[in-house]
């Protein structure tokens, strides 16, 4: 076995601390983010976690993701979404309010669900399907539950929607 030219040697090493540094930044910004979405959640009720989260979820890049090697990313975005759905269950989720009607759309969602079960079998790739449709689910479904469930004022959606319009302005 033939050992590569120092060059070589030289530019793996630079390009894994590299790695390294960038797999930090988005551990430590991973970090900050449930920090701050505990906080908001202690001191302001999980109601309140709504805007920061959303404005995360706009910001952040789909790039800023932890692989799991043969199974999935762990993005900035599901760490928030996950962390949102651990304080609703946690803090949130017996309060009083519109968390209690029905789900908005909800034949719809289950009908979107099937069909991508469904198609998950009909998939080229049958190993990725299931990690698809489970990040569908996870990415999608999932946080549109939660802010079906956690809204329950016309000023926190006004609040999201100013979320949304600072991180594009940000961007």
């Known amino acids: 076995m033939r050992k590569h030219s120092r060059p070589l040697r030289l530019w793996h090493s630079l390009a894994r601390k590299a790695t390294d540094k960038t797999m930090l930044l988005i551990l430590s910004i991973d970090f900050v983010i449930i920090g701050v979405l505990v906080f908001i959640a202690l001191t302001k009720g999980v109601e309140a976690t709504l805007p920061f989260a959303t404005f995360v979820i706009v910001l952040m890049p789909v790039e800023s993701v932890i692989p799991l090697p043969g199974l999935f990313g762990i993005t900035t975005q599901r760490v928030t979404i996950v962390t949102l759905a651990g304080l609703w269950f946690l803090l ?3 309060a009083e309010g519109p968390g209690r009607a029905a789900l908005p759309l909800r034949n719809l969602l289950i009908a979107s669900v ?3 079960v469904v198609s998950s079998f009909n998939s080229i790739d049958p190993s990725a399907a299931p990690k698809y449709l489970l990040s569908e689910i996870l990415d999608m479904y999932l946080l549109y539950y939660l802010v079906t469930k956690m809204v329950s004022s016309r000023a926190t ?12 302005v940000v961007c």
């Open 114 to 116: 099937i069909w991508m």
């Open 157 to 168: 959606v006004h609040k999201l929607l100013w979320a949304i319009v600072t991180a594009m």
């Open 92 to 94: 949130g989720r017996n």
